[in-house]
């Protein structure tokens, strides 16, 4: 029921009509009964959307590519996750004061508990806005070393130097098999496999261990992984809990995984 007192909250990126963020936070706002509405915004200019956040008085929004970093500079506050890794994916409006979030650092720890991963081996494959969120979430969780794996070094090593006080990452070419045969658990946080064809890096020479996709669905990575019996485990863990925290930021409500993943038709 839409009334004159409904709130508003979104997804802001560009493209945006894949997103699922919609169909989950839209089922939460019903599951709970609140008077809410979720809507995904195609943005072209994202410090005209900010403007648009605060006149028109939008509860929060989710930011997704590519505006994830920019965000950063156009909020008032921004919590120690967001500040570390640079970017911000939750935005909260309290009373015109924006509060930047970034709860893909908590959606990554929520996978990292199902894994065996403190004393292993671990590789990042990627350099890019959730390659940091994911190391800093491995720092946080107790990691002290990781490979990073990355088509264009300048960008890996600038990752090094903004991590370099707290992990340390040693950078690698994306056909170093070397550094693949020796790990034990296998990240992947580029986008490569969102295609449903391609693969970010061979895992040919992997004989044990986990592979890890943020991408939130089975990518030929995954398959690959299962189908040489490794451990594999895809991004829908860390989409439902960054969203269960932004949901939380926005309505002080905890929601379960299950009822999150129900919602999505997921597994539970
Ligand atoms: P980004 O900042 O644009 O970084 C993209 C990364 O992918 C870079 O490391 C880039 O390498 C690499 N890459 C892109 N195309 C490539 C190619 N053809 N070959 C080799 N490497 C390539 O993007 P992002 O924000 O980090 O997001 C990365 C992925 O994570 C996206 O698919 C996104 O959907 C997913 N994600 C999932 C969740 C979740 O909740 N499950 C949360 C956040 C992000 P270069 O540095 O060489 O360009």
Known sequence: MLNSR?????VIGSPIAHSISPKLHNGLFRYYGLNAVYLAFDVKDIAEAFHGI?????????ITLPYKERTLGLVDKV?????????VNTVKNNGGILYGYNTDVFGFEETL????YLG?????VGAGGAARAV?????????????LMNRTMDKAAKLREQFERIIEIDCHRLDAAHVVGHTDVLINATSVGIDGISLPVDIAPMGKGWVVDIIYFDTPL???ARSKRLDAINGMVMFVNQAIRSFEIWTGIKCSECLALSLLGEKV
């Open 6 to 10: 409904t709130k508003l909250y979104g």
């Open 54 to 62: 605060r006149g028109l008085g939008l509860g929060g929004v989710n």
């Open 79 to 87: 919590d120690a996750d967001a500040e570390a890794v640079g970017a």
């Open 113 to 116: 508990r199902r894994i065996d």
């Open 120 to 124: 292993k081996e671990i590789t990042v």
């Open 135 to 147: 190391i800093y979430a491995l720092y946080k969780l107790g990691v002290k070393r990781v490979n």
């Open 222 to 224: 995954v398959k690959k």
